[in-house]
């Protein structure tokens, strides 16, 4: 069966009253939803970040275990040639054995100031993960505080919100498609939500923008629906609300 301007009009009203309903529910979790997300998000990166600074000064240990295993390797190599010396025929055969003892001594000296270098970025990077640690523990009760929070509002309300959302669904089903596809682009648009209002004090209830008399009663007359000239909201006059409540 068609239905009238007027039936439409107050099954709008009524879609919008139970929305404007799971929209107050909503906003008394406020930014918490999103706050949880980011400290989730600062969490991880957290954690990636530490792994990684654990693996770099995992491979600077063994550089340093690496450069010790060379430096006792040269100084085996060293006492072996010293102990050629004695046995040299030839300035020839000594001079080629104190270059080797030299090269050894260099190979010394080139891992020592490496280990020297090894040493300083660990202690570099080491402070950095103690305060990317420091900050994970700081992120991971902060997260566990918000969860908590959020999940004592959740628990309060998700029953109710539950039930309203049924209702606006059972709604929906008495609307048009086209009139239910404005409806939901205007509710995206509006900043609060609202895509039905009423006339307040000769005012659009969304914008506040006057609304002519001529105009205040073709409303009334609820013959066709009318948008704002400014926003763009549909309007219902204020006994439609009333209606509304009391049905």
């Known amino acids: 069966m068609e239905q009238t301007v007027e ?3 107050k099954a709008l009203f009524e879609l919008q009253t139970i929305h404007t309903k799971i929209d107050r529910i909503r906003q008394i979790r ?14 991880a990166q957290l954690e990636t970040r530490i792994n990684k600074i654990k693996g770099e000064l995992d491979d600077l240990e063994d550089d340093i275990v690496t450069r010790k295993n060379l430096i006792k390797e040269a100084q085996a190599n060293t006492k072996k040639y010293e102990a050629q010396l004695n046995d040299v ?9 104190s270059k080797e003892i030299e090269i050894q001594g260099l190979d010394i000296q080139v891992s020592e100031k ?11 990077k080491t402070q950095v993960y103690d305060k990317a640690a420091a900050d994970l523990e700081s992120r991971r009760n902060d997260l566990e505080a918000k969860k908590a929070e959020l999940g004592t509002i959740t628990a309060e309300t998700q029953k109710e919100e539950e039930e309203l959302i049924s209702q606006a669904d059972n709604a929906k089903e008495s609307i048009e498609p086209r009139l239910l ?9 509006a900043k609060n939500g609202l895509a039905v209002v009423t006339i307040q004090r000769d005012s659009c209830s969304g914008c506040f923008n006057q609304i002519p008399p001529q105009r205040q009663a073709d409303i009334r007359q609820r013959k066709k629906i009318i948008v704002c000239e400014h926003c763009g909201r549909i309007l219902v006059d204020e006994q439609i609300a009333l209606e509304t409540e009391n049905a």
Do not use: C, F, H, W
Request: hydrophobic share 30%; no cysteine; glycine share 2%.
């Open 7 to 9: 039936q439409k009009l």
């Open 30 to 43: 406020g930014e918490l939803p999103m706050e949880v997300a980011d400290l989730e998000d600062d969490v």
């Open 89 to 97: 025929k030839n300035n020839r055969e000594y001079e080629a054995i």
């Open 114 to 124: 490496k280990i020297r270098e090894y040493e300083y970025e660990i202690s570099t």
């Open 181 to 189: 596809t404005a409806y939901s682009r205007l509710r995206q648009n």
